[in-house]
């Protein structure tokens, strides 16, 4: 049996576009059409990032911890830290290498903590999502042990750009994004198809997510025993 012996497919801006328009029943016939696609595109992106669906944007960080600092400013790309800990080393870990889980806290609890200066090894983190997040550990850090803190991010999607650019997207979300920027183009070009292009897009999204889910054995989520942001 002759197969390709590739698994390169992917789709350029255009392309996605085209597909989108093809949804639709309409041709782009002008450049407006074009950007006005692109916009929407990268809307669509922005929904996606409510949503919290792009696993595939999570990257591990990591910052020197600073003696009686608690502030660490947070790449702008980062939309949320999804986990932190600290360490006794600053690269991968190697024999010898210790570890520490620390809690994530909300605003509220955060703004709680009587004595924020306070200095020990951190056992907390609260993330300030401003333009550009910052995290802020407590206790502040005495560098006893641990000199590293490292954390997850989950990283926006980038910008549909150039026509000929590929979209910052794994391909398990391809059918995903087509349906939802013919969603989305619908309103404007073919409003009769709204209700069928929602439809097509929730479904497309629904066999994405359950893809996209973590296959664990095991999930154990811990029990707070300490109020709600805590």
Sequence with gaps: MATSGTTTFDLSID?????AYERCGVQTNSGYDLRSARRKLNLLFSEWGNRGINLWKVELNS??????QAEYSVDAAASDVLEAYISSTSGDPVSGTNDIALTKIDRSAYAALPNKGAVGQPS???????RTPQIYLYLTPDL????TLKYYTINRIED??????NADVV????????SGLAYYLAHVKSPDR???LKQLYEDEMDRALRE????ASVYISPQSYFGDGV
């Design 15 to 19: 392309e996605i576009i085209e597909e």
């Design 63 to 68: 910052a020197t911890l600073v003696n009686g």
């Design 124 to 130: 907390q983190y609260y993330v300030d999502r401003q």
């Design 144 to 147: 006893n042990t641990y000199t």
């Design 160 to 165: 549909a750009g150039a026509y000929t650019n």
């Design 171 to 178: 391909y398990r979300f391809l059918p995903c994004m087509c």
């Design 194 to 196: 709204v209700p069928l």
């Design 212 to 215: 996209d889910g973590a296959r």
